[in-house]
Nanobody
Framework: VQLVESGGGLVQAGGSLRLSCVASGSTLDDYAFGWFRQAPGKEREGISCISGSDGSAYYADSVKGRFTISIDNAKNAVYLQMSSLKPEDTAVYYC?????????????????????????WGQGTQVTVSA
């Protein structure tokens, strides 16, 4: 599976951006997809994930209520709609795909620490939120 992200950029605090992740080499149904971010000097953290088969979505507390993850099977794409952006959201954002088995236990898992569940990663897209 190859993943290509787009949609990053510079936005003022309170603004919105939509990130896209187009998958090639497979349909979405067999995978879970996640969005991660990595700020300078910090570890990569998971912020949201979604089942490619049924669209069940999950969020880290840091973005819950502000970000929305979605899938479009017709376009083989995963999106992250980001609203009410804050300067602390500034990071490189990555899309990832992996086997969906871990979603069975998602309610007991820290989404931020799920990087090891994913096998495929995009190249990342920079999001910068100015104060």
């Amino acid at each position: 599976v190859q993943l290509v992200e787009s949609g990053g950029g510079l936005v003022q605090a309170g603004g919105s951006l939509r990130l896209s992740c187009v998958a090639s080499g497979s349909t979405l149904d067999d995978y879970a997809f996640g969005w991660f971010r990595q700020a300078p000097g910090k570890e990569r953290e998971g912020i949201s994930c979604i089942s490619g088969s049924d669209g069940s979505a999950y969020y880290a507390d840091s973005v819950k209520g502000r970000f929305t993850i979605s899938i479009d099977n017709a376009k083989n794409a995963v999106y992250l709609q980001m609203s009410s952006l804050k300067p602390e959201d500034t990071a490189v954002y990555y899309c990832a795909a992996g086997p969906p088995l871990f979603l069975r236990d998602i309610e007991r898992i820290d989404i931020a620490a799920t990087a090891s569940e994913y096998d495929y990663w995009g190249q990342g897209t920079q999001v910068t939120v100015s104060a």
